[in-house]
C-alpha cells in the first residue's frame, strides 16, 4: 500500500496553553473547519471531541493528551491537544517531545500564565518551532498588544513577529488584518466562521498596519539577504517570498509568527490552519533524529524516509476500556506493519504488533501500516513504557528519553475489602503505566501503599478514575508533602562492619569524605583509592551502601538527594571480607558523615499565581502572609488584579476552599512546583515531632 501524503505535506503539531486559554476550543473548530466533525463541542456544555474522559466533561480541563489527524489544504496534520493544568505537566512534555511543532495559546485578556512559561521551556528544551495564536480577543478587556509585549517580555530569547492585527477588542472585535496580504478579513454572520470576505483595510487601520508590516518586513529581511536587498532598496516584497523567508526563519527557531482571533466566535482559525502549513516544519524540515547504539555512547542518525530502518518513539500508553493496552507511537524512520515484530531497544525485548490504530480522540480507524512521520496507537506491545524506542532488530538504536519531574506530594490509600485489595492493585499499576509522574510504592515500615502524583488536582483525578474504571473502594488518606534532607558542611566519615560469630566472619572498612551536591545530580560518588587498600569488587557494594542510607536521612528520615562522596581510604580482609561486609560499612559511613554534616530538612516550594478583583486584594495577600507566602509582585490587568508569590506546598493544601470563601468564588489562582528550600527551624521541629509520633505507634 502507497502512503496517502507525502511528508512534505505532513505536519505533527501540539496545542499548549495555560489553563483556560481555549486549546480544546481552538482544537474543535479545526476539527470543524477540516471536516473532521460536523457539530463542534463546546467545553462548557462538557461535549467537546478531545476532551472525551468523563472527569474531563465535568471539570471543563483537559487531562490527557487526545490524538486526531485532519485534512487541510491537501496537508495531513495530526494534533495533540494537551492539558493546561500544571498538574498534568507530564503529558505536555511527553506531547512536545515528539511533535514537529506547536501551537502556542495565548488568552487575550490574561496573556503569558505561568503555565504558558513553562510549556515554553519545554519546547524550548525539545527544539520545537512554534507560531502564537492570541485567542479570546473577543472578551472584555483584550488587549493584543499588551500580550504581545508580554510575550517579549516574559518569554525572553523568542523573537515574536505578528503576522497578523485584530479589528476592535471585545464586542466590537469584527476580524482581522492579515499584513503579508494586506487584506482584512471579516466573517458573515450567523456562518459559524465558514464564510469570509477579504476586503481593503479600512482607512483608520492602515496607519497601524503599514507600521506592523514594516515592523515584519524587517524582521523577516533579517534571514533572506535577496528580501534585506529588496527591503533597503524600497522594492515591493511578494506574500510567497514574505512566507518562505518567514517560514525559514520558524523552522530555526528564530522567529515565531503571532497571528490573533477567537475560537468561540469563529473568527481567525482558518488562518490559524494557514498559518501551520505556511510556516511550521514538516517531518522533513526537522530531519535527521539522533540517537546512541544500545550499550554504547556512539551516536546513530535516522533519517525521515520510508526507505531507512524503523525508528519509533514510544511517548503515551493508555488503557482502552475496548482494545486493551495502547502504546502511542511516533514513527521517525522507515515503515511498520500490522502483524510484524519490533525490537524494544531499551528493555532489549522483541515485541509483536498485532494492531495498528490512528486515533481520532477515543474512536479508533485499523491501519495495516504506518509510514514515516506518523502518529499511531499500537495494540499487542507488552513490556513497552513510555520513553522506550522501538526499532528494527538489525539496525538498533535507542532514542532521547523524555525526563520527567518527581511527584511531590503522596497520600495513603487503603482497599476497605478483601475482594478490593486485587482490584485496587491492578489499578494501580495500569494508572501507573500510564502517567509517569505518578509512583505507587509501599511503605515498609506501615505497609501502606502510598501513592505520589504532582498536586492534589492530579491525585484527586487518579482516585476518581480508580473508583469509576476499576471499581475499587478504598480509603485515602490526607495529601503529604515530600520533603527532603540536605547537608550543609563537607565532612569525613568512617563506617567499619567487624562480627565475628565462630567459623568465617565479616569486614568491611571505609573512609568517605561527603559534601553537599549539585540540586538534581543525586548521588555523584568517586573511588579516590591509591594502591590497593580496597579490592575493586568491594567498591560498588559501598556505592550501593552509600546510596541505600540516602534514603533515609537524620533528620526525620526522608531522602537525601544531591550529595557528592568520595571513597578515599579503607581495609580489608583476605577471609572475612565479602560484598555484603562493605554494603554495610558504606551504609554506616555515610549514616555517621550525614550526623556530622549538619543536616537540614527542605520543603518544595511552589509558584502560585492568583488572578483576585480588586477589591478582595488585601484579604488574599493577608492570607498568604500568614500561611507563609511571600510576595513577589503584583500587577494590575484590566479587570483584576495578579498576584505572583512562593508558598510551601505544605499551606496550598485546602488553598482552593480557603480562597473561594475569601473572594466569594470570584479569584482563580495557578499552582506550579519552584524549587525546594529549607524549612524553618520551628515548623522542623513540628516535623520531626510527628515523625517520631509515628514511629512510635508504629512499635
Same mark, same amino acid.
Given at each position: 500500500?502507497?502512503?496517502e501524503?507525502?511528508?512534505s505535506?505532513?505536519?505533527?503539531?501540539?496545542?499548549?496553553?495555560?489553563?483556560?486559554?481555549?486549546?480544546?476550543?481552538t482544537?474543535?473548530r479545526?476539527?470543524f473547519?477540516?471536516?473532521r466533525?460536523?457539530?463542534m463541542?463546546?467545553?462548557?456544555?462538557?461535549?467537546t471531541?478531545?476532551?472525551?474522559?468523563?472527569?474531563?466533561?465535568? =471539570?471543563?480541563?483537559t487531562?490527557t493528551?487526545?490524538?486526531?489527524?485532519?485534512?487541510w489544504?491537501?496537508? =495531513? +496534520?495530526? +494534533?495533540?491537544?494537551?492539558?493546561?493544568?500544571?498538574?498534568?505537566?507530564?503529558?505536555?512534555?511527553?506531547?512536545l517531545r515528539?511533535?514537529?511543532g506547536?501551537?502556542?495559546?495565548?488568552c487575550?485578556?490574561?496573556?503569558?500564565?505561568?503555565?504558558?512559561?513553562?510549556v515554553? %521551556?519545554?519546547?524550548n528544551?525539545?527544539?520545537?518551532?512554534?507560531?502564537?495564536?492570541?485567542n479570546?480577543?473577543?472578551?472584555?478587556? &483584550?488587549?493584543?498588544?499588551?500580550?504581545?509585549?508580554?510575550?517579549?517580555?516574559?518569554?525572553v530569547?523568542?523573537?515574536?513577529?505578528?503576522?497578523?492585527?485584530?479589528?476592535?477588542?471585545?464586542?466590537?472585535?469584527?476580524?482581522?488584518?492579515?499584513?503579508?496580504?494586506m487584506?482584512?478579513i471579516?466573517?458573515?454572520?450567523?456562518?459559524?466562521?465558514?464564510?469570509?470576505?477579504?476586503?481593503?483595510?479600512?482607512?483608520?487601520l492602515?496607519e497601524n498596519?503599514?507600521?506592523?508590516?514594516?515592523?515584519?518586513?524587517?524582521?523577516?529581511?533579517?534571514f533572506?539577504?535577496?528580501?534585506?536587498?529588496k527591503?533597503?532598496?524600497?522594492k515591493?516584497i511578494?506574500?510567497a517570498?514574505?512566507?518562505?523567508?518567514l517560514?525559514?526563519?520558524?523552522?530555526?527557531?528564530?522567529?515565531?509568527?503571532?497571528?490573533?482571533?477567537?475560537?468561540?466566535r469563529?473568527?481567525?482559525v482558518?488562518?490559524?490552519?494557514?498559518?501551520?502549513?505556511?510556516?511550521?516544519?514538516?517531518?522533513?524540515?526537522?530531519?535527521?533524529?539522533?540517537?546512541?547504539?544500545?550499550?554504547?555512547?556512539?551516536?546513530?542518525?535516522r533519517?525521515p524516509?520510508?526507505?531507512?530502518?524503523?525508528?519509533?518513539?514510544?511517548?503515551?500508553?493508555?488503557?482502552?476500556?475496548?482494545?486493551g493496552?495502547?502504546?502511542?507511537?511516533?514513527?521517525?524512520?522507515?515503515?511498520?506493519?500490522?502483524?510484524?515484530?519490533?525490537y524494544?531497544?531499551?528493555?532489549?525485548k522483541?515485541?509483536?504488533?498485532?494492531?495498528?490504530?490512528?486515533?481520532? &480522540?477515543?474512536?479508533r480507524?485499523? =491501519?495495516?501500516?504506518?509510514?514515516t512521520?506518523?502518529?499511531?496507537?499500537?495494540?499487542?506491545?507488552?513490556?513497552?513504557?513510555?520513553?522506550?524506542?522501538?526499532?528494527?532488530?538489525?539496525?538498533?538504536?535507542?532514542?532521547?528519553?523524555?525526563e520527567?519531574?518527581?511527584?511531590?506530594?503522596?497520600?495513603a490509600?487503603?482497599?476497605?475489602?478483601?475482594?478490593?485489595?486485587?482490584?485496587?492493585?491492578?489499578?494501580?499499576?495500569?494508572? #501507573?503505566?500510564e502517567d509517569?509522574t505518578?509512583?505507587v510504592?509501599a511503605?515498609?515500615?506501615?505497609?501502606?501503599?502510598?501513592?505520589?502524583?504532582?498536586?492534589e488536582?492530579?491525585l484527586e483525578?487518579?482516585?476518581?478514575?480508580?473508583?469509576?474504571?476499576?471499581?475499587?473502594e478504598?480509603?485515602?488518606?490526607r495529601?503529604?508533602?515530600?520533603?527532603?534532607?540536605?547537608?550543609?558542611?563537607?565532612?569525613?566519615?568512617?563506617?567499619?562492619?567487624?562480627?565475628?560469630?565462630?567459623?568465617r566472619?565479616?569486614?568491611?572498612?571505609v573512609?568517605?569524605?561527603?559534601?553537599p551536591?549539585?540540586?538534581?545530580?543525586?548521588?555523584?560518588?568517586e573511588s579516590?583509592?591509591?594502591g590497593g587498600?580496597?579490592?575493586?569488587?568491594?567498591?560498588?557494594?559501598?556505592?550501593?551502601?552509600?546510596?541505600?542510607?540516602m534514603?533515609?536521612?537524620?533528620v526525620a528520615?526522608?531522602?537525601?538527594e544531591?550529595?557528592?562522596?568520595?571513597?578515599?581510604?579503607? #581495609?580489608?580482609?583476605?577471609?572475612?571480607s565479602?560484598?555484603?561486609?562493605?554494603?554495610? &560499612?558504606? #551504609?554506616?559511613?555515610?549514616?555517621?558523615?550525614?550526623?556530622?554534616?549538619?543536616?537540614?530538612?527542605?520543603?518544595?516550594?511552589?509558584?502560585?499565581?492568583v488572578?483576585?478583583?480588586?477589591?478582595?486584594?488585601?484579604?488574599?495577600?493577608g492570607?498568604?502572609?500568614?500561611?507563609?507566602?511571600?510576595?513577589?509582585?503584583?500587577?494590575t =490587568?484590566?479587570?483584576?488584579?495578579? +498576584?505572583?508569590?512562593?508558598?510551601?506546598?505544605s499551606?496550598?493544601?485546602?488553598?482552593?476552599?480557603?480562597?473561594r470563601?475569601?473572594?466569594?468564588? %470570584?479569584?482563580?489562582?495557578?499552582l506550579?512546583? #519552584?524549587?525546594?528550600r529549607?524549612v524553618?527551624?520551628?515548623i522542623?521541629?513540628?516535623i520531626?515531632?510527628?515523625a517520631?509520633?509515628?514511629?512510635?505507634?508504629?512499635?
Amino acid at each position: 500500500m502507497a502512503r496517502e501524503y507525502d511528508l512534505s505535506v505532513t505536519r505533527n503539531i501540539g496545542i499548549a496553553a495555560h489553563i483556560d486559554a481555549g486549546k480544546t476550543t481552538t482544537t474543535e473548530r479545526i476539527l470543524f473547519y477540516t471536516g473532521r466533525v460536523h457539530r463542534m463541542g463546546e467545553v462548557h456544555e462538557g461535549n467537546t471531541t478531545m476532551d472525551w474522559m468523563e472527569q474531563e466533561r465535568e =471539570r471543563g480541563i483537559t487531562i490527557t493528551s487526545a490524538a486526531t489527524a485532519c485534512q487541510w489544504r491537501d496537508h =495531513r +496534520i495530526n +494534533i495533540i491537544d494537551t492539558p493546561g493544568h500544571v498538574d498534568f505537566t507530564a503529558e505536555v512534555e511527553r506531547s512536545l517531545r515528539v511533535l514537529d511543532g506547536a501551537i502556542g495559546v495565548f488568552c487575550a485578556v490574561g496573556g503569558v500564565e505561568p503555565q504558558s512559561e513553562t510549556v515554553w %521551556r519545554q519546547a524550548n528544551r525539545y527544539h520545537v518551532p512554534r507560531i502564537a495564536f492570541v485567542n479570546k480577543m473577543d472578551r472584555n478587556g &483584550a488587549d493584543f498588544y499588551r500580550v504581545l509585549a508580554m510575550l517579549r517580555e516574559r518569554l525572553v530569547g523568542s523573537n515574536f513577529v505578528p503576522v497578523q492585527l485584530p479589528m476592535g477588542t471585545g464586542e466590537t472585535f469584527t476580524g482581522i488584518i492579515d499584513l503579508i496580504t494586506m487584506k482584512a478579513i471579516t466573517y458573515e454572520d450567523g456562518s459559524q466562521g465558514s464564510k469570509y470576505f477579504e476586503t481593503d483595510i479600512p482607512a483608520d487601520l492602515l496607519e497601524n498596519a503599514l507600521h506592523y508590516r514594516e515592523k515584519m518586513l524587517e524582521a523577516v529581511a533579517d534571514f533572506d539577504d535577496g528580501l534585506l536587498e529588496k527591503f533597503l532598496g524600497g522594492k515591493e516584497i511578494g506574500p510567497a517570498e514574505i512566507r518562505t523567508a518567514l517560514r525559514r526563519a520558524t523552522v530555526a527557531m528564530k522567529a515565531m509568527p503571532v497571528t490573533c482571533g477567537s475560537a468561540f466566535r469563529h473568527k481567525g482559525v482558518q488562518q490559524l490552519l494557514d498559518a501551520v502549513l505556511d510556516f511550521l516544519p514538516s517531518p522533513l524540515d526537522v530531519g535527521e533524529v539522533e540517537g546512541v547504539l544500545p550499550n554504547s555512547e556512539e551516536k546513530v542518525v535516522r533519517r525521515p524516509d520510508d526507505n531507512e530502518p524503523f525508528a519509533g518513539l514510544a511517548f503515551k500508553v493508555m488503557t482502552d476500556p475496548f482494545v486493551g493496552r495502547l502504546t502511542f507511537v511516533r514513527v521517525y524512520s522507515g515503515q511498520l506493519q500490522a502483524g510484524s515484530y519490533v525490537y524494544n531497544s531499551t528493555s532489549g525485548k522483541r515485541e509483536r504488533i498485532s494492531r495498528l490504530l490512528e486515533m481520532h &480522540a477515543n474512536n479508533r480507524t485499523e =491501519r495495516k501500516e504506518v509510514w514515516t512521520g506518523d502518529i499511531v496507537a499500537v495494540v499487542g506491545l507488552k513490556s513497552t513504557t513510555t520513553g522506550d524506542t522501538l526499532c528494527d532488530e538489525k539496525a538498533p538504536v535507542i532514542l532521547e528519553r523524555i525526563e520527567f519531574a518527581k511527584p511531590v506530594v503522596h497520600v495513603a490509600i487503603e482497599p476497605k475489602t478483601r475482594a478490593d485489595q486485587e482490584q485496587l492493585h491492578i489499578g494501580l499499576a495500569k494508572l #501507573s503505566e500510564e502517567d509517569p509522574t505518578f509512583l505507587v510504592k509501599a511503605d515498609a515500615e506501615t505497609g501502606q501503599t502510598v501513592m505520589s502524583g504532582m498536586g492534589e488536582l492530579h491525585l484527586e483525578i487518579l482516585i476518581d478514575r480508580l473508583f469509576r474504571e476499576f471499581k475499587v473502594e478504598a480509603n485515602v488518606g490526607r495529601p503529604q508533602v515530600a520533603y527532603k534532607e540536605g547537608l550543609r558542611n563537607k565532612v569525613q566519615a568512617t563506617g567499619r562492619f567487624v562480627r565475628q560469630s565462630g567459623g568465617r566472619g565479616q569486614y568491611g572498612h571505609v573512609e568517605i569524605e561527603m559534601e553537599p551536591g549539585e540540586p538534581g545530580t543525586g548521588l555523584v560518588f568517586e573511588s579516590k583509592l591509591v594502591g590497593g587498600s580496597i579490592p575493586k569488587e568491594y567498591i560498588n557494594p559501598a556505592r550501593q551502601g552509600i546510596q541505600e542510607a540516602m534514603l533515609n536521612g537524620p533528620v526525620a528520615g526522608y531522602p537525601i538527594e544531591d550529595v557528592k562522596v568520595s571513597l578515599i581510604d579503607g #581495609s580489608y580482609h583476605d577471609v572475612d571480607s565479602s560484598e555484603m561486609a562493605f554494603k554495610v &560499612a558504606g #551504609s554506616m559511613a555515610f549514616k555517621d558523615g550525614a550526623q556530622k554534616a549538619k543536616p537540614f530538612l527542605m520543603e518544595p516550594i511552589m509558584e502560585l499565581e492568583v488572578v483576585v478583583p480588586e477589591q478582595y486584594l488585601g484579604d488574599v495577600i493577608g492570607d498568604l502572609n500568614s500561611h507563609r507566602g511571600e510576595i513577589a509582585g503584583i500587577n494590575t =490587568r484590566s479587570d483584576a488584579q495578579v +498576584i505572583s508569590a512562593l508558598i510551601p506546598l505544605s499551606e496550598t493544601f485546602g488553598y482552593a476552599t480557603r480562597l473561594r470563601s475569601l473572594t466569594q468564588g %470570584r479569584a482563580v489562582f495557578t499552582l506550579q512546583f #519552584s524549587k525546594y528550600r529549607e524549612v524553618p527551624k520551628q515548623i522542623t521541629e513540628e516535623i520531626v515531632a510527628k515523625a517520631q509520633g509515628q514511629d512510635t505507634k508504629r512499635r
